[in-house]
Nanobody
Framework: QVQLVESGGSSVQTGDSLTLSCVFSGRTFTMSAMAWFRQAPGKEREFVAGLSPTGGRTHYSDSVQGRFTISRDNAKRMTYLQMNSLRPEDTATYYC????????????????????WGQGTQVTVSS
């Protein structure tokens, strides 16, 4: 059974940086594509960033491209989201998600591809 636990959420100011972490419990981490999604109040959950099982491929939403970096440490079963130049519109609950049956190196951006989810960590950016 896979469990994901996020940490690192906080309240910060515009322009600040923050790193989110996600620990993966289970045996299939190295075969899983990992992603971060976020959900703001009253809005649908949206894809933020994802990376392939080896970490060799990444994909970002247009809204975070150039500001956020997703990475993973397969030895530690950790996934990270480095967030720079934070904006008030980045305020949301951030969720770590695992696609344990990825198609080749494809990074899915749709929720239904991700079978496992963390409980979320809150990021609040004040102006």
């Amino acid at each position: 059974q896979v469990q994901l636990v996020e940490s690192g959420g906080s309240s910060v100011q515009t322009g600040d940086s923050l790193t989110l972490s996600c620990v993966f419990s289970g045996r299939t981490f190295t075969m899983s594509a990992m992603a971060w999604f976020r959900q703001a109040p009253g809005k649908e959950r949206e894809f933020v960033a994802g990376l392939s099982p080896t970490g060799g491929r990444t994909h970002y939403s247009d809204s975070v491209q150039g500001r956020f970096t997703i990475s993973r440490d397969n030895a530690k079963r950790m996934t990270y989201l480095q967030m720079n130049s934070l904006r008030p519109e980045d305020t949301a609950t951030y969720y770590c998600a695992a696609d344990t049956t990825p198609v080749a190196s494809h990074i899915a951006t749709v929720l239904r591809r991700y079978r496992y989810w963390g409980q979320g960590t809150q990021v609040t950016v004040s102006s």
